[in-house]
T-cell receptor, first 117, second 115 residues
Framework: AQTVTQSQPEMSVQEAETVTLSCTYDTSENNYYLFWYKQPPSRQMILVIRQEAYKQQNATENRFSVNFQKAAKSFSLKISDSQLGDTAMYFC??????????????FGKGTKLSVIP | NAGVMQNPRHLVRRRGQEARLRCSPM?????VYWYRQLPEEGLKFMVYLQKENIIDESGMPKERFSAEFPKEGPSILRIQQVVRGDSAAYFCASSPPPGTGGFFVFGQGTRLTVV
């Protein structure tokens, strides 16, 4: 079974600064996807960024980028130029791509990020 | 494209009543997933369905919980004889067929409160 660990329950960052959220995972599989989701107070789950394990290049989406270290099973999220709207819970998630048929996401417990004006 | 629609957004039930949560997948999506989020926790997988077929229910509690995705209409998550511990946010997600890269789209969730 896969597990996802987010070791930082809460973090804060000054507006316009950069912050990195940590995520580690455990799996014996070679093909999988990793995700970061944002959950603002509205509770909507919003996909922030997605990484295929077979790709060595780190994914980027505007101010969001990841540091994917496959050997270390680490998948951190960097938010640059933090904005007040980035205040939210951030969840790291794993999905196997083994072809076994059940495409379920395994989530970490989340990191509560507060952006301070 | 309306996205994934869940209703109701909020549901209050007394202990022992039944709760029915509905999910209409995004247009073009044929696969539906239900997740439960307890307070201060991440989402936990419950069940994965296609039309008229349960693919994986390994996350469903053995009793009182059931799910369906009929040929016509929304997917339904049904909780019989609710207890206080069922209070949680229930999220539905939909996706195109597997092998397309895990492009899940989540609904806004239903917050169930059992009093």
């Amino acid at each position: 079974a896969q597990t996802v660990t987010q070791s930082q329950p809460e973090m804060s960052v000054q507006e316009a600064e950069t912050v990195t959220l940590s995520c580690t995972y455990d799996t014996s599989e070679n093909n999988y996807y990793l995700f970061w989701y944002k959950q603002p107070p509205s509770r909507q789950m919003i996909l922030v960024i997605r990484q295929e394990a077979y790709k060595q290049q780190n994914a980027t989406e505007n101010r969001f980028s990841v540091n994917f270290q496959k050997a270390a099973k680490s998948f951190s999220l960097k938010i640059s130029d933090s904005q007040l709207g980035d205040t939210a819970m951030y969840f790291c998630a794993f999905m196997s791509d083994s072809g076994a048929g059940s495409y379920q996401l395994t989530f970490g417990k989340g990191t509560k990020l507060s952006v301070i004006p | 494209n309306a996205g994934v629609m869940q209703n109701p957004r909020h549901l209050v039930r007394r202990r022992g009543q039944e709760a029915r949560l509905r999910c209409s997948p995004m247009k073009g999506h044929s696969h539906v997933y239900w997740y439960r989020q307890l307070p201060e926790e991440g989402l936990k997988f419950m069940v994965y369905l296609q039309k008229e077929n349960i693919i994986d229910e390994s996350g469903m509690p053995k009793e009182r919980f059931s799910a369906e995705f009929p040929k016509e209409g929304p997917s339904i998550l049904r909780i019989q004889q609710v207890v206080r511990g069922d209070s949680a946010a229930y999220f539905c997600a939909s996706s195109p067929p597997p092998g397309t890269g895990g492009f899940f789209v989540f609904g806004q969730g239903t917050r169930l409160t059992v009093v």
